[in-house]
Structures are given as structure tokens and as C-alpha cells.
């Protein structure tokens, strides 16, 4: 039965779930109290020790399913087995070579990185150990280093080769296996170059390297699994500050002493002051239009916006959420009929807002004024989430400026990478200079410290 | 403590209270009982998270202790408190009596040994205030500890459940540290408002009850009501999953289901048609938007029935 149990949190953490060591402990002992050959006895155990997180329950039920009811443990046992052999044998492949570069790459791919780490940088020296087998020693490092990405270029043609050839594995994992091995070549390769680039194309990850990668993904290269992510995580992060905002409130309530009413409750304490009493602080409220492009280049990061704003709506006194292409629509009732998701999807569904239509800021703007010119107050925060690619026509600079000087603050939060902002067809440098803040708000960990900065 | 030998000891003395559980929560209720750890139920309002521990302590014949939690909820609501008022008055009457206590004392030191004796008096049991979770662990009988809507709490709070749930035990600084004398059932329940920390989680046996199959809630309604009409209970149950399909903001729960069965009888309904539906829609849904959809929808919600 221990063994049974182990294999299992095993096959969970391979996909892509956490097991604690005081799961399994609680496991192992819930294990001996129902009956091994009662299904649905032993599923309520595992899934009651095991899984934590209840939206992992869907993934937990599936794992179960094809453990014990298709039998894929012995066949996974092997499969587990039979690849990591096969990257082993690569390694041993590369070490077969015979010279420095073979070397250092085969110690690589084995897991030890400190050859190659010792060719990184700028300093001439080479101060390699690979002298007696390798005869590398006395070189110069940028040769070396040359001698290597040249190498890697040729490997990874070879290995996905390689990885083809491995009938012995599923397709699924000769595929997992190519992904791989091209991917620790393009990381060395990125290494010696250094210049080691944020990585944003996932399918090389394997499913437990992916969990952990998830917040610093730009919104556009998630996969459909992945957008489910972030919408828990934008959940998580909308708790952390409502959380952060009752102690921020607590704090704020514990230094303001009411000296009458301590006096006052004093009194039957024979004027002892016994229990202090502190002042309530008014809470500031503002108020908050959304204005989100949903053209299609914007859309995916708009659904994430809007899902952090309306979690943490309590701590606005309103908030309107407008869409656009080229004219501002309310979408507000939508939210008010629907649970999120659903309102989410309806409003970028709707016809009659232009889709497949050329964004128009300028002319989404004047609509705006034109149609809601009440919306804007004192205490407004406007926030406008669209990347500015504005198709080369007038952005009409004059409509934002109009909006800006009415509201408290305005605040870009632009999805596209700060490098392209300068570009021709952004027209983000035109608008600027009417924002209070331009933020690039393109991954996960971006809108969280936006978020952050927005409420507390 | 009536004796529970098997899981499906469980299902029955559950059944016995009303309750018709699932082999899966019968099973980790089972497990709770017999590792001693807390269960920690997560699901929608109104499907019986709250209800499994209250009945649990009527059938196994325990004292259920209930601390309902809230925002702002601390220790000296849900552990234990000092009795100040008390303390005071008795402060003033050492008032009065100190020359006598110290009258006789032959310098300083002495004086003070003599007041840091009263002093330990202050902090005693005589003086503790005990409070939901204090209660629990000092019983001399084993006793169902019900932590009801745990996620309302502050994330503070957590932190002091974590030394009750995990070693069943509390510490007052001024005392020491009391053990439990029988480690209590323990249900704390979750509606998911906010996510509850690792930690806590790790120290409980998870239990998500979700919305019930359709026999399992048709079976619910026969035990409440044992002279209902099957047809009745399978075309009531049918039209609650319909209902439970459409986009609406508030699922309608299990005591959404026995209320509306209930009102039904009491009209005497022979049969539900629209009419009858429009007639009760309030019991199901709480909002507007959801009962013009349901209503719009009737012909599927009463189609599927």
C-alpha cells in the first residue's frame, strides 16, 4: 500500500501537482483505514489528503482515472525510465566526440553546468579543468565559447533526430523528448552568448517547470489551460490585497484614539481607562471607468484586468467598465446580470461594438465624451487598458486631454512590451503626455504590483 | 460516544439524523474520526457543510461547540478572554485590604514577594473567561468543534487555529500550555470567500461537497418528506439540475430544494407547471436577473423534468 501511494503522489507531482511530504504522511495513514478494494473509499482518501487546492480537483480526478483505472503505472514506470535513459544516452553521445566541446556539452546535459559556466563572460582567461581528455587548456575563451554555439547549432538539428528515433517512447514523449534536449541547447547556447533572454515560448517546459513559469508569461502566449491559471492567480493576487487592505485598515483604526468615548466607557470603571477606544478613519472611495480595447490584440489582457477590478470592486465606491473598438460602450449591467466569466465573454461577443473593425482611439474617445459626459467626476480614476496601435490615423489628442483634466488621475496600462511603444503605429508617445502613468501590463506579475499600487 | 467501526456506520447514524451523506463524505468523516484530524469543507452555500457536523454530534451524542467566524473575529472572541471587571473589583478590594496583607511585612522585599503572590492569583482560572476554542480542548467529554465559515476570519486568525488543529492544545501565555483533555471532531467550513493559507490546509482532511447527483438529492427530499409523491421529487429534483445549468449568479442549494418541496406540498401542487413556477420562484433565487432567466427558460427547466 506505501508503495502504491508513493508512485501515485509520484505520477501527480510529474503531473504537474504538489505533494507535501505531510500529505503523503497523512495518506499513508488514511490508507489504513478504508477498504483497499472499495473505489470510491480509497478515491475520497487520496483526493481528502492530497489535494489542497480544490480547483486542482477536475486535474486530480483525471490523474486518478488514468492511474488506476487504464493502468498506465506500469506502462509510465517504464516510459519514465526508458526517457530518462534516452537523454543519458544523448549526453553519452555527445561524450563520445572525444573533444573539449563534446565534453563540456555531454557534463551539461548530465547536469553539470560549471564548464560551461566557466566560458561565460567577458574575462580572456581560460581556466578550464578540461585538460587531459578534453586538451582544451591554454585556449582562448571566446574561441571556446565560439566552438560551442557552433556545435550547439549543428546538435540540435541531431536531436530532434535523436529524440525521433526513440521508438521505443509514445509519440507524446518522443515529441517531450525533442522539446527538451533543443531546449538545453538553446539555454546553453543563450548562456555563452550572455545574454540570457526571458523566456516567453512555453511548449518546451515540462508541467511542473510550467506552474512555477506561469506569472511571468506575456497574456498573448498563454495556452487555454494556462488562461484558467492566471485567472485563479488573479483571484489569489485580488485576496492578497483585500487582505493587505483590511490590516492596512486595522492599523489605520489601532492610531486614532477617541478620547471621548474612552472617557465615556471609562465610567463604570471607576474611571480607569480599561478599554481604549479608537476612531474609525472615513475610507476613501474613488471611483473607476474602465475603458478596455477588445480588439483582438488586446482582448486576452482585458479579461484579466477586468477580473482583478471587479474583485476588488469593494474598494471603489464604483466602478463603470466601457469597451471599444473605435466607440465606448457600457458593458456595466452586463456584469450586473451575469457572474464575471460569463458578462466577460458576452461583452466581447457583442456585435454591434465593431468587431473586426480598425481600433480608433481618438475617435473611441470623442464618443465617450460625447455619449457619457457625466462620468467623469473628481474622485474618477480612469484606467484604459489598449496597447495604442491606433492604425496611423489622428489620435486627437484633444479628447483624452478633455477626459484627463476632468478626472483625478488617468492611468495606460498598455499589454504590449515597453520596446515597441516608440513604433510608428503606436500612438502611446501621442497620449502620454495626458496620462498620469503609462504602465506595461503584460504578464501576471506586472498587474499584480499595477494593482497594488492602484488600491493600496 | 456511540462506537463507529466502518464508513458505513457512518452513512447510517448520519441517516438516522436526516443527514444522507455520500460514501465519500461518510468516508472522510470516518477518517477523521479515527486519525483524530479536523475536516475542512469547501462547497457552495447551502449544500450541508454545516449541517454534516451538527448532525454528526446528535448522532454520535456530543456536544457541538460552534464559533462562527467573521471579519475582525480575534482570540479574545474565539479562545478565551480575562474577566477585567472581575479582576478590577477585586483589585479594589485588595485596595482596601493591602495593609493587612502587607502590614506585618518586615521591609520592601518582603512586601513585594507578598503582592507578586496576589498577583499570580489574578491570572488563574478563576479569572479566565473561556471562549469557543478553549472550551473545547478543556472538556472532560469529547466534543464536536464546529469552525463555521472560516474564510471569513482574517488571515491572522489562522495562525492561531493552527496550534489547536494541529497539536490540540492553547497556550495563554500567563498559565502555560493546556492539552486537550479528548481531542474534539473538528469541522471548520468554507464557503471560499478568500483562500485559506497552506498551512492550515495541510493540517486538515479535505472535504469539497459540491452540488448532490440527482438521486442522491431526490433521495435528501424523500427523507425530509416521507410522504411525497416520487413523481413529484423526480420532476422537482429534475427542474432544480435544469435550473442549476443556466448562467445565473446564485445556484439554488439542497435547502433551496427541501424549501421549495415544502412550499410545494403546502400548496398541495399535484403537478409543477409555469404557473406554479412563477408562484415559488422566490424560494429558488434570490435575484431578479435570475428569475426572469429562469422564467425565460421554463420551457427547458420544466422540460428536463
Not at chain 1, 70 to 78: K, T
Not at chain 1, 362 to 372: D, I, P, Q, W
Request: proline share 3%; net charge neutral; charged share 30%.
Amino acid at each position: 500500500m506505501v508503495s502504491m501511494v508513493l508512485k501515485f503522489a509520484g505520477y501527480m507531482r510529474y503531473n504537474g501537482l504538489t505533494v507535501s511530504t505531510s500529505a503523503l504522511h497523512n495518506t499513508i495513514s488514511a490508507m489504513q483505514w478504508v477498504n483497499p478494494l472499495n473505489r470510491t473509499q480509497v478515491y475520497a482518501a487520496l483526493e481528502s489528503c492530497l489535494v489542497q487546492n480544490m480547483t486542482e480537483r477536475k486535474k486530480f480526478r483525471k490523474i486518478f482515472q488514468k492511474f488506476f483505472e487504464e493502468q498506465s503505472l506500469i506502462e509510465l514506470e517504464h516510459e519514465e525510465v526508458a526517457y530518462k535513459m534516452q537523454v543519458q544516452e544523448f549526453a553519452s553521445q555527445l561524450r563520445e566526440e572525444g573533444d573539449y566541446v563534446g565534453k563540456i556539452l555531454s557534463d551539461y546535459m548530465d547536469g553539470e553546468v560549471a564548464g560551461l559556466l566557466q566560458n561565460m563572460g567577458d574575462n580572456q582567461t581560460f581556466r578550464t579543468v578540461y585538460d587531459e581528455t578534453a586538451s582544451g587548456i591554454g585556449m582562448n575563451k571566446e574561441k571556446v565559447r565560439a566552438d560551442i554555439i557552433k556545435r550547439i547549432d549543428r546538435l540540435k538539428d541531431k536531436a530532434v533526430d535523436f529524440a525521433d528515433a526513440s521508438f521505443h517512447l509514445s509519440r507524446e514523449k518522443r515529441e517531450a523528448l525533442s522539446d527538451y534536449l533543443r531546449q538545453q541547447l538553446e539555454d546553453a547556447r543563450e548562456l555563452l552568448k550572455n545574454n540570457p533572454r526571458k523566456r516567453k515560448l512555453r511548449n518546451h517546459l515540462m508541467p511542473w517547470e510550467r506552474q512555477k513559469a506561469i506569472s511571468s508569461i506575456s497574456f498573448d502566449k498563454l495556452t487555454m489551460e494556462e488562461q484558467e491559471k492566471v485567472k485563479q492567480e488573479v483571484e489569489r493576487i485580488a485576496q492578497k490585497l483585500k487582505d493587505a487592505l483590511s490590516r492596512q485598515k486595522k492599523k489605520a483604526r489601532r492610531g486614532h484614539l477617541d478620547v471621548k468615548n474612552t472617557i465615556r466607557h471609562s465610567m463604570k470603571f471607576n474611571g480607569i481607562p480599561f478599554n481604549i477606544k479608537t476612531r474609525r478613519p472615513a475610507r476613501k472611495k474613488g471611483k473607476i471607468i474602465a475603458l478596455c480595447d477588445i480588439s483582438m490584440s488586446v482582448a486576452y489582457a482585458a479579461q484579466f484586468t477586468l477580473l482583478l477590478l471587479y474583485r476588488l470592486q469593494n474598494r471603489f465606491s464604483k466602478i463603470r467598465s466601457f469597451v471599444f473598438i473605435r466607440n465606448a460602450y457600457e458593458i456595466s449591467d452586463l456584469f450586473k446580470k451575469y457572474p464575471l466569466e460569463t458578462a466577460l465573454k458576452k461583452a466581447i461577443k457583442q456585435h454591434h461594438i465593431g468587431m473586426g473593425q480598425l481600433t480608433n482611439y481618438g475617435a473611441t474617445f470623442k464618443s465617450f465624451l460625447t455619449n457619457y459626459p457625466n462620468a467623469i467626476t473628481r474622485d474618477t480614476t480612469i484606467l484604459i487598458l489598449g496597447d495604442a496601435l491606433n492604425n496611423c490615423v489622428d489620435p486627437q489628442v484633444q479628447y483624452l486631454k478633455e477626459m484627463s483634466d476632468k478626472a483625478l488621475r488617468t492611468i495606460w496600462l498598455n499589454p504590449e512590451e515597453e520596446k515597441y511603444w516608440y513604433t510608428t503605429s503606436s500612438a502611446i508617445k501621442d497620449y502620454e503626455p495626458y496620462c498620469s502613468q503609462v504602465v506595461e501590463c503584460a504578464t501576471i506579475d506586472q498587474l499584480s504590483d499595477f494593482a497594488k499600487n492602484l488600491v493600496l | 460516544m456511540k462506537k463507529v467501526e466502518s464508513v458505513e456506520d457512518v452513512t447510517n447514524i448520519l441517516a438516522k439524523q436526516g443527514y444522507v451523506s455520500s460514501e465519500e463524505i461518510s468516508t472522510i468523516v470516518y477518517l477523521a474520526i479515527k486519525m483524530k484530524r479536523p475536516i475542512l469543507v469547501e462547497g457552495p452555500a447551502g449544500v450541508g457543510k454545516t449541517e454534516l457536523a451538527k448532525s454528526l454530534s446528535r448522532a454520535l451524542a456530543l456536544e457541538l461547540i460552534q464559533l462562527q467566524c467573521y471579519e475582525g473575529l480575534d482570540e479574545s472572541k474565539a479562545i478565551y478572554e480575562w474577566e477585567y471587571a472581575k479582576q478590577l473589583l477585586y483589585t479594589q478590594i485588595l485596595k482596601e485590604k493591602i495593609n493587612d496583607v502587607i502590614g506585618d511585612s518586615s521591609d520592601l522585599n518582603d512586601s513585594i514577594k507578598k503582592l507578586v503572590g496576589l498577583e499570580d492569583a489574578f491570572f488563574s482560572d478563576h479569572f479566565l473567561l473561556p471562549r469557543p476554542l478553549l472550551k473545547s480542548i478543556r472538556s472532560e467529554k469529547q466534543t464536536v468543534l464546529l469552525i463555521d465559515e472560516v474564510d471569513k476570519s482574517d488571515p491572522e486568525f489562522e495562525a492561531y487555529l493552527l496550534e489547536v488543529l494541529s497539536s490540540n492544545e492553547i497556550t495563554i501565555p500567563e498559565i502555560g500550555t493546556l492539552q486537550a483533555k479528548e481531542i474534539p471532531i473538528v469541522f471548520l467550513t468554507s464557503n471560499n470567500v478568500r483562500d485559506l493559507s497552506d498551512a492550515l490546509k495541510r493540517r486538515c482532511l479535505n472535504l469539497y461537497v459540491d452540488f448532490p447527483t440527482e438521486e442522491l438529492e431526490a433521495q435528501i427530499v424523500k427523507s425530509k418528506f416521507p410522504h411525497i409523491r416520487d413523481e413529484l421529487v423526480d420532476k422537482l429534483v429534475k427542474a432544480v439540475h435544469a435550473i442549476r445549468e443556466l448562467e445565473i449568479k446564485k445556484k439554488p442549494s439542497i435547502s433551496e430544494t427541501i424549501d421549495w418541496a415544502e412550499s410545494l406540498l403546502t400548496l398541495q401542487v399535484e403537478d409543477i407547471t409555469p404557473k406554479e413556477l412563477q408562484q415559488t420562484l422566490g424560494i429558488l433565487s434570490k435575484y431578479k436577473t435570475d428569475m426572469d432567466q429562469i422564467m425565460q427558460n421554463s420551457d427547458k427547466v420544466l422540460g428536463a423534468a
